[in-house]
C-alpha cells in the first residue's frame, strides 16, 4: 500500500509562489511514476506535471514555464514549485502515483492519491 501526504498550499497572491510537498510511503519511488493534478471548484480534475522514475518530466501546457516538478529519492518526497502564480492556478492540487509508464495524463492510470492541498491564488 502507497499513501501520499501533500502540504505546502495555502493563500498567495498573483505573481507570487508556493511549494507543494508530496511524501510517500514505501518504495513508491523506486517503482511508481508521479504526478500532480489538480481540481478547481466545478472543474474537472487537470493533470499538471508528471515525473517518471528515471527522472523526466512532462508539464501540462498551464505549467510549463512556471511550474517545476523536483523528485527527491532520499526523502521519497516529490515537490511541485510553483512560480508566477495567477488566480486560474486556485484549486485544491493532488499528488498520484501509477505504475504505468504511459498515461501521464490520465488521471484514471494512477492506483494512489493523496487527500489534496488547497490553494487561492489572490488578484
Known amino acids: 500500500q502507497v499513501q501520499l501526504v501533500e502540504s505546502g498550499g495555502g493563500l498567495v497572491q498573483a505573481g507570487g509562489s508556493l511549494r507543494l510537498s508530496c511524501a510517500a510511503s514505501?518504495?513508491?519511488?523506486?517503482?511508481?511514476?508521479m504526478g500532480w493534478f489538480r481540481q478547481a471548484p466545478g472543474k474537472e480534475r487537470e493533470f499538471v506535471a508528471t515525473s517518471w522514475s528515471s527522472g523526466s518530466t512532462y508539464y501540462a501546457d498551464s505549467a510549463k514555464g512556471r511550474f517545476t516538478i523536483v523528485r527527491d529519492a532520499a526523502k521519497n518526497t516529490m515537490y511541485l514549485q510553483m512560480n508566477r502564480l495567477k488566480p486560474e492556478d486556485t484549486a485544491v492540487y493532488y499528488c498520484?502515483?501509477?505504475?504505468?509508464?504511459?498515461?501521464?495524463?490520465?488521471?484514471?492510470?494512477?492506483?494512489?492519491w493523496g487527500q489534496g492541498t488547497r490553494i487561492t491564488v489572490s488578484t
Open positions: 498520484a502515483a501509477r505504475r504505468s509508464a504511459v498515461g501521464a495524463a490520465t488521471p484514471q492510470l494512477y492506483e494512489y
Open positions: 514505501g518504495r513508491t519511488f523506486s517503482t511508481y511514476a
